[in-house]
């Protein structure tokens, strides 16, 4: 199965700040690589999918990114409501398979 | 609007077998494939099983292979999922999602608790 790392899994900001987060992965998935953000009692909300493409409604502050197997969401300015935990998935073969999270909270 | 409902979560004693239903509706259910995440307490995601929009092909994840069965009804725009030999880290909220690999649409997701 293929693995994801991700990293950070914890990563305090201040509001304004640009973070990134990062999955890399254990095998070849070109770009099926996909990401959620989730607030606490909701569902997973879809962010990035294709590694690059931003989701409907996203906001523009969101990117993503490839480098090799190295795959990146970054924020660009740093708002309260960005405040929630972020996946990485890998969907080029099934299984799939999530990163581990990254929990981004207030510094 | 797409909806996805779970329903058929609850308490169930390890060894004791569950099955979960998804109901959807707002899109044609037959031209999709369909997955099942959960989520352990405090813990991240885990995705657990997928069916192809016909039913004719299924994955399952490592933990869960060889007691839990994925399923549908196009006729019914329903999904199931089918857990047996149920295991206390079987704990966890259970969602449904449109697409073999999750996307836009999720459901609200159903708690699940294996516990003697």
């Known amino acids: 199965d293929i693995q994801m790392t991700q990293s950070p899994s914890s990563l305090p900001a201040s509001l304004g700040d640009r973070v990134t987060i990062t999955c890399r992965a254990s095998?070849?998935?070109?770009?099926?690589l996909r990401w959620f953000q989730q607030k606490p009692g909701k569902s997973p909300r879809l962010m990035i999918y294709g590694a690059t493409n931003l989701a409907a409604g996203v906001p523009s502050r969101f990117s993503g990114s490839r480098s090799g197997s190295d795959y990146s969401l970054t924020i660009s300015s740093l708002e309260s409501e960005d405040m929630a935990d972020y996946y990485c998935l890998q969907s080029k073969e099934s299984p799939n398979t999530f990163g581990a999270g990254t929990k981004l909270e207030l510094k | 609007e797409v909806q996805l409902v779970e329903s058929g979560g609850g308490l169930v004693q390890p060894g004791r077998s569950l099955k979960l239903s998804c109901a959807a509706s707002?899109?044609?259910?037959?031209?999709?494939?369909m997955a099942w995440v959960r989520q352990a307490p405090t813990k991240g995601l885990e995705w657990v099983a997928s069916?192809?929009?016909?039913?004719?092909?299924?994955h399952y994840g490592d933990s869960v292979k060889g007691r839990f069965t994925i399923s549908r009804d196009n006729a019914k725009s329903t999904l199931y999922l089918q857990m047996d030999s149920l295991r206390s880290e079987d704990t966890a909220t259970y969602y449904c999602a449109r697409g073999g690999a999750p996307g836009n649409y999720w459901g609200q997701g159903v708690m699940v608790t294996v516990s003697s």
């Open positions: 069916i192809s929009y016909g039913g004719s092909n299924t």
């Open positions: 707002g899109f044609t259910f037959s031209d999709y494939n």
């Open positions: 095998q070849d998935i070109g770009n099926y």
